[in-house]
């Protein structure tokens, strides 16, 4: 199976950034397409980002389209997004997820990490 840990989180004001980070074991982990979920208080969890396992295909929720950019280092079995000029709308509880079709719908993504709190203040 794949494990999933995530990390990165935090606070930050209106406009800043953050970057998480998820760190990935098991060896079909370069076969997964990726993807950032997030899950505000009292929402269900929505689709962010996703990156197929080349690397070479991303798609961004359109919300966050411009501002978040997602990546993936196959040998470092490691997937990051980069969050830039963040909202309060940003905040949430943030997943990486991984699975094996190419989708924006949660229910088809089979491994998931533990989660990272972002919350953007002001």
């Known amino acids: 199976q794949v494990q999933l840990v995530e990390s990165g989180g935090g606070l930050v004001q209106t406009g800043g950034s953050l970057r998480l980070s998820c760190a990935a074991s098991g060896r079909t982990f370069s076969r997964y397409t990726m993807g950032w979920f997030r899950q505000a208080l009292g929402k269900q969890r929505e689709f962010v980002a996703a990156i197929s396992w080349s690397g070479e295909s991303t798609l961004y929720a359109d919300s966050v389209k411009g501002r978040f950019i997602i990546s993936r280092d196959n040998a470092e079995n490691t997937v990051w997004l980069q969050m830039n000029s963040l909202k309060p709308d940003d905040t949430a509880v943030y997943y990486c997820?991984?699975?094996?079709?190419?989708?924006?719908?949660?229910?088809?993504?089979?491994?998931w990490g533990q989660g990272t709190q972002v919350t953007v203040s002001s």
């Open positions: 997820a991984g699975g094996f079709t190419w989708t924006r719908d949660v229910r088809y993504y089979d491994y």
